[in-house]
C-alpha cells in the first residue's frame, strides 16, 4: 500500500548555528527506514511523469519501488544505467524544478522526495562495494574530451561503456571541474565527487590534468597530429563577469569563481594548513541572486564574517536562486539586501575596501527575460559598511578554445554553437556541450548534453 502522507519526510541535517562555523556537509540524508518510508510514497504512475522532468532519464518510479522494497544495490543498477554521478546530482540537481516538479503527489501535497533517494541510493551503493559497469569490448576508435566536469565526465562514461578508448583533458590540477572549484564541500563533499570520478577510471577511462586545451595542443592537432576521431568540448564557463562601477579593481573583491575556487579547490578554510588564503573581513556583500551567490555568502559566514549580506537588484520572487538554498542561507544568518544595487565599491587609502554604495530599486515592466525591469529608486543612495565585495553575477565560457580553433563558430558573448539534441558543432567531428554552449546553468543539463552527444558520436563513428 502508498504511503498517503501529503508531505516529503525531511532529511536530517546539522542545527543553523553549528553548520554556520563548519564546512562539514548540511544535509545527513536519509537512513534505511527512512528511505523505504519515503520511497512508499511513490503511486507509480503508468505515465511515469517524473521520467519526462530528469535531463538523463532515470528510470525514477521503478529505482523508488526497488527502493521502498529494501532492495537498494538493485536500486543502485537501475539509477546507474542513465546516471553515471547519483551521488552528486542526488545532492545539487534542482528536483524541485525538474523531476518532483512533475510528481502526481505533488498535485495535492509534496512531490515524492526523488533527489533525497537518489542520494541515499548512491551512499548506501558506495558504502556496501558497487562495482563500475562493464565496458563493452574495444571498437578501435578514440574520442578526446576537453573539460572532467559534469557534462565532458558524463559523455566520457557512456563512450567508454560503447568501447569507445576516452581520454579527458582538464586544464586544472584536480578532475570534476565546477564540482571541485564551484560547489562547496558542504553542499558536496570532494571525497565524493573523486569517488565518482573513480568510478569512470576503474571502467578505463583515462584523465589528464594540467592540459589547458588551446594552449598546450589545440582542437585540430587533437584530431589530426593525436589520431583522435571525435572531440567533446565540455570546457565549462569559467570566465567571470563583472558590472562594470567603479572600485572592482580594489583589493577585498573577488570574482565568486576565485572567491570559490580558493575555497573549495584550495580548501582556504584550512589555511595555514593549506596553501591559499582568502581575505574575508567582518563584513561581506555577495553582489547577485543565484546558486553561487548563496555558496559564496554560506562561505564567508563559515570563514568568520561577521555580517554577509546577499545583494540583488530584483525581489526574492524574481532569484534564480534554488528555494533550499535560500532557506539554508537564512537559516545560517545571512540578511538579504532585495531591490538593492551597487554604484560603487569604495576604498581606504590603501587599496583596500572600505565600504559600497548602493541604490534602492523598484520593479517596472517586465524585460526579455520575463521578469520586471529593476528601476532607480530616486534619492536612495546609501552606504553599506563592508570589507569584502563577491561578484557573482554570471559567468561565460573561457575564450580560449574559441580564438585557437578555427572554423568554429560561436554566440556573440561567447558560447559555443552546438545543436540542442545532438552537440554537433560547426567543425566536423567537434561536438559541445554544458555552459560551454549554454553560459552557466545546472549540473544536471551539462549531463543531459554529454549524454546526448555521446549518443550522437556513438552514430557518427559507427557510420563512417
Known amino acids: 500500500m502508498p504511503n498517503m502522507n501529503p508531505k516529503k519526510l525531511p532529511a536530517r541535517e546539522q542545527a543553523p548555528d553549528v553548520r554556520n562555523k563548519n564546512f562539514d556537509e ?20 503508468k505515465h511515469k511523469p517524473c521520467v519526462s522532468g530528469c535531463p538523463v532519464n532515470v528510470r525514477i518510479p521503478e529505482f523508488v519501488q526497488l527502493v521502498a522494497a529494501g532492495k537498494f544495490m538493485e536500486a543502485y543498477e537501475v539509477i546507474t544505467s542513465t546516471n553515471g554521478l547519483p551521488a552528486i546530482c542526488g545532492r545539487v540537481c534542482p528536483q524541485e524544478t525538474q523531476c518532483e516538479s512533475k510528481c502526481v503527489r505533488g498535485i495535492k501535497g509534496e512531490p515524492v522526495g526523488i533527489g533525497r533517494l537518489e542520494r541515499f541510493v548512491a551512499d548506501y551503493a558506495m558504502s556496501h562495494g558497487a562495482k563500475s559497469a562493464e565496458p563493452a569490448a574495444p571498437n578501435g576508435k578514440r574520442v578526446a574530451i576537453v573539460g572532467s566536469g559534469p557534462a565532458g565526465l558524463t559523455c566520457a562514461g557512456d563512450l567508454k561503456k560503447l568501447g569507445y578508448d576516452v581520454t579527458v583533458f582538464e586544464a586544472l590540477h584536480t578532475p570534476g571541474g565546477v564540482l571541485v572549484y564551484g ?11 573523486r569517488r565518482e570520478i573513480s568510478t569512470l577510471e576503474a571502467m578505463g577511462v583515462k584523465i589528464e590534468t594540467n ?152 520593479l517596472g ?25 563577491v561578484i557573482a553575477i554570471g559567468n561565460s565560457p573561457n575564450p580560449l578554445i574559441k580564438n585557437t580553433t578555427p572554423g568554429l563558430d560561436t554566440q556573440k558573448w561567447g558560447g559555443i554553437i552546438a545543436d540542442e539534441e545532438t552537440g554537433k ?12 554552449v549554454t553560459g552557466a546553468a545546472t549540473v544536471i543539463l551539462a549531463m543531459g548534453a554529454g549524454k546526448k552527444a555521446a549518443a550522437a558520436i556513438h552514430a557518427e563513428l559507427s557510420a563512417k
Not at 555577495?286 to 564567508?300: L, P
Not at 515592466?365 to 563592508?386: I, Y
Not at 558543432?425 to 560551454?436: L, N, Q, R
Open 26 to 45: 548540511v544535509s545527513q540524508g536519509y537512513d534505511e527506514a527512512m528511505a523505504m518510508e519515503e520511497a512508499s510514497r511513490c503511486l507509480n504512475c
Open 183 to 193: 560547489i562547496p564541500e558542504f553542499r558536496l563533499p570532494k571525497k565524493l565527487v
Open 211 to 362: 592540459m589547458v586545451i588551446g594552449r598546450c595542443i589545440s582542437l585540430d592537432e587533437l584530431l589530426s597530429d593525436e589520431g583522435f576521431d571525435a572531440v567533446f568540448v565540455g570546457s565549462g564557463a569559467g570566465l567571470p563577469r563583472f558590472q562594470g562601477i567603479p572600485g572592482e579593481n580594489l583589493n577585498g573583491v573577488y570574482s565568486a569563481n576565485e572567491f570559490l575556487t580558493r575555497i573549495n579547490l584550495m580548501k582556504a578554510y584550512s589555511f595555514p594548513e593549506t596553501d591559499t588564503p582568502v581575505q574575508v573581513g567582518n563584513a561581506v556583500a555577495v553582489v547577485g541572486g543565484g546558486n553561487v551567490a548563496m555558496d559564496a555568502a554560506r562561505c564567508a559566514k563559515r570563514l568568520g564574517a561577521e555580517h554577509v549580506y546577499i545583494v540583488y537588484r530584483r525581489s526574492e520572487a524574481e532569484m534564480p536562486a534554488r528555494v533550499e538554498e535560500v532557506h539554508h542561507a537564512k537559516e545560517e544568518g545571512i540578511v538579504f539586501k532585495m531591490l538593492t544595487n551597487p554604484t560603487e565599491i569604495l576604498g581606504d587609502e590603501n587599496g583596500h575596501v572600505a565600504g559600497m554604495t548602493c541604490v534602492e530599486m523598484e
Open 365 to 389: 515592466e517586465p524585460d526579455a527575460s520575463g521578469r520586471r525591469r529593476p528601476v532607480v529608486k530616486q534619492g536612495s543612495e546609501h552606504n553599506l559598511d563592508v570589507q569584502t565585495v
Open 425 to 436: 558543432t560547426s567543425k566536423p567531428f567537434v561536438y559541445a556541450g554544458g555552459d560551454a
